[in-house]
């Protein structure tokens, strides 16, 4: 069974800092991962995602992620957090094959602070 | 292009009644996925439909059920309402069911159970 671990309930960093939300992944063969973010009352955006090929992965709204898969880990990055980048990030990984049914981490509060 | 649209967007309920939820996805895919989002189980999986095809189902009881139809729109319905039903529904499509594209979510259907 395929599964997402983001070990961090809420992250807080100041506005301009680098950020990093963590996730790690087990899943049987190869991986495709993927970011989302979800604001109050909405559904869930699409930010990035790794299928195959470089390790680190450019995505929307300045995010960037880095596959390693000796440590099963895709933590999603930015240079420079924005206090508009605050909202819930969501970690999820689908299996070869599995069609679009993704396996969901538990979600990470991000809160950006002047 | 219109996003995914979901119908209602909030309903209240009482226990053993039954409620049915629409979506309509982004014109041209195909794929259409429903998922239930929690505090406490967060989001999960709840089924996948793919040209009026399941192609995919989740670990839910069969009260849960869904379809789609010739224009991939999607229903799906709760019968017998439990209090644990309360939920976000969320349903999101995708021009297929194979490929490797993010899926695009609707703003959800908040059900609460009475």
């Known amino acids: 069974a395929q599964s997402v671990a983001q070990p961090e309930d809420q992250v807080n960093v100041a506005e301009g800092n680098p950020l990093t939300v963590k996730c790690t992944y087990s899943?049987?063969?190869?991986?495709?991962l993927f970011w989302y973010v979800q604001y109050p009352n909405r559904g869930l955006q699409f930010l990035l995602k790794?299928?195959?090929?470089?390790?680190l992965v450019k995505g929307s709204y300045g995010f960037e992620a880095e596959f390693n898969k000796s440590q099963t880990s895709f933590h999603l990055k930015k240079p420079s957090a924005l206090v508009s980048d605050s909202a819930l990030y969501f970690c999820a990984v689908r299996s070869v094959g599995g069609g679009n049914k993704l396996t969901f981490g538990t979600g990470t509060q991000l809160k950006v602070e002047l | 292009k219109a996003g995914v649209t979901q119908t209602p967007r909030y309903l209240i309920k009482t226990r053993g009644q039954q409620v049915t939820l629409s979506c309509s996805p982004i014109s041209g895919h195909r794929s259409v996925s429903w998922y239930q989002q929690t505090p406490g189980q967060g989001l999960q999986f709840l089924f996948e439909y793919f040209s009026e095809t399941q192609r995919n189902k989740g670990n839910f009881p069969g009260r849960f059920s869904g379809r789609q139809f010739s224009n991939s729109r999607s229903e799906m319905n709760v019968s017998t309402l439990e209090l644990g039903d309360s939920a976000l529904y969320l349903c999101?499509?995708?021009?297929?069911?194979?490929?490797?594209?993010?899926?695009?979510f609707g703003e959800g259907s908040r059900l609460t159970v009475l």
């Open positions: 790794y299928i195959t090929g470089d390790n």
């Open positions: 999101a499509s995708s021009v297929d069911s194979s490929n490797t594209g993010e899926l695009f």
């Open positions: 899943v049987s063969g190869n991986p495709y």
